[in-house]
């Protein structure tokens, strides 16, 4: 097909939209490794997650056998408030590197949450709500779950409550803001309204919080209320289910068209976006029905993937929730303050770590100021101002399409974006001033958290 | 046609976009009045505007007899980076009423500049570039203008020079470095840069600026440098031309499922989304060929077409530009502190004030505190977070679908939904507090101002 042909946008009609979501862990031979229990080192039941989590949630975890999933009629109605979003074709920034590459990315910032979050964050409180429970609990760094999650929540008529690092909650006052329009309860993490909240308040007065006290707090508060469960936004295989609709609709999309990427590209930090945009694709590598390069990026602060280790770790820096294997640098790894966008997790999604271990993705990071560069030279010529996060997926995009331009070959690029960066103003500011700075750990750094890991056989 | 085969979002296709913006001017039998130097008291001439403005876009300011004027194929190009723009079927809206009126919107907010701005901003840019000149100037207050003319200057490669009132441009950080990563320099206003704002300074230290002033040094930054012109986001005849194409993709989805408004509701400043979203029905309504109801709704603290004076008055606060004969609270008119969104214009477009004066429109004010509670019913059951601004025409489709209940009538109602609230968080967090207040004015301090006025026959 003629390029001419190919619009700007590709958006799909709304009767094809996908029905059912995508559990790529059907097609994998090597199944991630299952979470475990860390008091007994077994494998951790669905009467255990269903404590913690909705119990169709909690089936949907340790479901790796089934390969589609009907998409209940509830949530495919909200999907239709911003979905599909658009596949777009990117003229203008081609032409700006002067690349023969085609570009493509599936933008999912188009709603109010700024994010693709919302795709798992409808479908989670969606199952809570069917359960007849009250309400769900959360914790939010740098808001764009936790404003999800409201959104969600505001639909269904269920109680949210977000416990936001006490830091952003201070210093992002909109994303605050932005959640209670929705109607949530944000609470400063550490608190004083959970026994964990008092205990790290007590012990470190003044801190400023983490994500891994925040879950604390909200796994806390969701076992001591009656009526709520805890819910998450990325890691997990569930929300990798529910973001399979990003690669679904691209895929759909694309073969709109008939065309098929070489690559694929998308920034991953617990994974959800990456593990969502691919999913479609992978299974068909995975069934050898095709094949595709897949590039996760990550930033060289935070560099699971690339530096770190596959085993078995906590996934919170609390250490209250089950042990998964995936690649870590350790639950007590803390990425440098100077880092500015997301994508700080110290570990990555079980079944990305499964699918890289064996070989079926490569994965690269990139330092922040080079990011800045790439979102920077993408708003000025796509238009759109990227999430920090996203704009990994861009740097690398525009590596990719440079090194097409030297070769002359005619590379398809799809790279997921993710989301817009209103509420990242802060980082590009510092990056406007020219006073960002780029931080790499050292092996030492790292070794020293990959040694606090559990000990499993 | 059965409602049920209506989708949520209507798109039309890229080559379903409007190559030509409709000229309402050309079909109204009463013209609205010239624009009028205000030393000679005599119409202003092109050569007098281009002085200012851009040749071509003098030319489209003084062309009230060609009805429809090709759209240039790069503005085109531009146009499908963020258009076309979804007319959204508000199922969710229309449930949590309970009406059987059926609403429609047409949402503008899905760019970078949030707002349909970037509808005028690249064309501006466009004839500024074609012209060759450097760069534009221009002013901007909440910052909608100036970063959506900041996105159309990066794109072409044009210098783009704002003037931000000084307590936006302190208080709205956020919005400063959005147009600063488009590579906009932007000044606050008054500044130490142009003769007016030194003076403005030496008289009033410390002030916190207004739009006036910041108008005032755009327009010697303009004129004392050798290639630039000066632009402007609303008000003027030009704009509203750009704008049509709102209403030509309203009107084209619309036809194309058989739907017709029975009222068209768009919130009111200086006149631009309003003008645009109405033009092509307006243009019907005028030859006869359908009828609608068109409601203007203005903030009660700012209400020009309800209470003020139809009469010739300067555009800007500093009287440094034309007189325009329109609907007017009087120049020196400054709606209360405790006012929250933009819309903050002491006058209306004259094409606008013509037609309300003709009997063709109707307008309504509203108080800020009832619209920011149909802002947040809004956002809880579509999902988008609108502008304050776009919130007085939600609060009126809000209003006119309940009439719907009580009578049941099923009218079709469009709203024009023209931008998001993202960097409109401090007034938000001011309604989630509860500490958002009302304030009409007096019928005394009108007077005052329109008192002022300048004496033309």
Known sequence: ??????????????NELPKQWYNVRADMKNKPAPL????THQPCTIDELSHVFCT???KQELDDTTPYIDIPQEILDFYKMYRPSPLVRAYCLEKALGTPAKIYYKFEGNNTSGSHKLNSAIAQAYYAKKQGLKGVTTETGAGQWGTALSMACAYLGLDCQVYMVKVSYEQKPFRREVMR???ANVTPSPSMTTNVGRKINAEFPGTNGSLGCAISEAVEAATSQEGYRYVLGSVLSQVLLHQSVIGLESKAAMDKYGIKPDMIIGCAGGGSNLGGLIS????EKLRGEADYEFIAVEPASCPSLTRGTFGYDFCD???VCPLAKMYTLGSTFMPSPNHAGGLRYH?????????YHDGFMTARSVEQTSVFEAAEKFARTEGILPAPESSHAIKVAIDEALKCKETGEEKTILF????????????????????????IPTDEEIAKSVAKMPKVD
Chains 1, 2 share one sequence.
Do not use: R, W
């Open 181 to 183: 329009t929705y109607g």
């Open 347 to 355: 570990g990555m999604s079980s079944v990305l770590s499964q699918l």
């Open 1 to 14: 097909m003629n390029n001419k042909e190919i619009p700007y946008k590709i958006y799909l009609d709304e």
């Open 36 to 39: 475990i229990n860390p008091a």
């Open 416 to 439: 997921g974006l993710t989301g817009t960066g209103y509420f990242d103003m802060y980082a590009y500011q510092k990056y406007n001033d020219g006073e960002m700075s780029d931080y």
């Open 317 to 319: 820096t609390g250490a």
């Open 56 to 58: 169709e949630l909690a």
């Open 280 to 283: 479609p694709f992978m299974g």
